[in-house]
């Protein structure tokens, strides 16, 4: 059966940019496309607005080169599957964050027992992992056979994750079954990158950080603002 594709509005905030960003040439699959939806709040050049372009900055400047305003630059039809992968507290919270960017994906959730999972998260499609994830052999190995089985099961086009150590397990899985892995590491780190970054600093296609002193460190990563 299709995947149901639906269009939503975006904007040029940084969380979009930042995903968008992350498809490069090289990736197998390209989720994020845009298409004209109305001339008049998508004022998009005719040469510019074919669908299954990819949406970058060049797309966003283009936009507002023609006169659109920021609030109504762009109509994305997104389509695939997305795992977003998160740890509970502020890394869901910054998850959440990005919603613009994966909103019109399919979308499945990997996280740990929580009272704010059970709250935010009400209603969405849930695997959940076994925590505390620090210093604990066992749980790791748990958490391997819960990416191992999700990912194969469940085949996203892309994993994003937001932190903290669950990430881990899943991008080790992604890379060995094919799928496309970006990371944006936590907001709260200013100045060096979190044990959890550090690991998946090499497995990942994509690596955002929010804050510019860490793109000067690290020359993987990517700066282009940040999700709070």
Same mark, same amino acid.
């Given at each position: 059966m299709a995947r149901a594709t639906r269009k939503i509005a975006v904007d040029s905030d940084a969380a979009l940019d930042a995903i968008a960003r992350s498809q490069d040439a090289a990736a197998p699959a390209k989720i994020f496309s845009y298409r004209e939806r109305? =001339? #008049? #709040? %998508?004022? *998009?050049p005719a040469d510019a607005a074919d669908e299954g372009v990819?949406?970058?900055? &060049? =797309? %966003? &400047? *283009?936009a507002q080169q023609a006169? $659109?305003? $920021?609030?109504?630059?762009? =109509? +994305? =039809?997104?389509s695939g599957r997305i795992l977003l992968v998160c740890s509970p507290g502020g890394h869901l919270v910054q998850m959440l964050s990005l919603e613009p +960017? /994966? &909103?019109?994906?399919? $979308?499945? /959730?990997a996280t740990l027992p929580s009272s704010d999972v059970?709250?935010?998260?009400?209603?969405?499609?849930?695997? *959940?992992?076994?925590?505390?994830?620090?210093r604990s052999l066992k749980n790791l190995v748990h958490n391997f056979r819960i990416a191992w089985r999700t990912v194969r099961d469940y085949k996203p086009d892309v994993i994003l994750s937001t932190g903290a150590a669950l990430a881990v397990p %899943?991008?080790?899985?992604?890379?060995?079954?094919?799928?496309?892995?970006?990371?944006? &590491?936590? %907001? #709260?780190r200013v100045n060096n990158l979190s044990?959890?970054?550090?690991?998946?600093?090499?497995? +990942?296609h994509a690596f955002f950080v929010q804050w510019p002193g860490l793109r000067k460190r690290f020359r993987k990563? #990517?700066?282009?603002?940040?999700?709070?």
């Open positions: 109305d =001339a #008049t #709040t %998508f004022p *998009l990819d949406v970058d900055r &060049e =797309a %966003f &400047e *283009l006169g $659109a305003p $920021a609030e109504d630059v762009g =109509a +994305a =039809a997104l +960017a /994966w &909103e019109g994906l399919e $979308a499945k /959730w059970d709250y935010l998260l009400d209603g969405q499609d849930v695997v *959940l992992g076994r925590g505390p994830t620090n %899943f991008f080790i899985v992604g890379r060995l079954q094919g799928q496309r892995c970006v990371y944006v &590491e936590s %907001f #709260t044990v959890s970054g550090r690991l998946v600093y090499p497995l +990942a990563a #990517t700066h282009v603002g940040s999700v709070v």
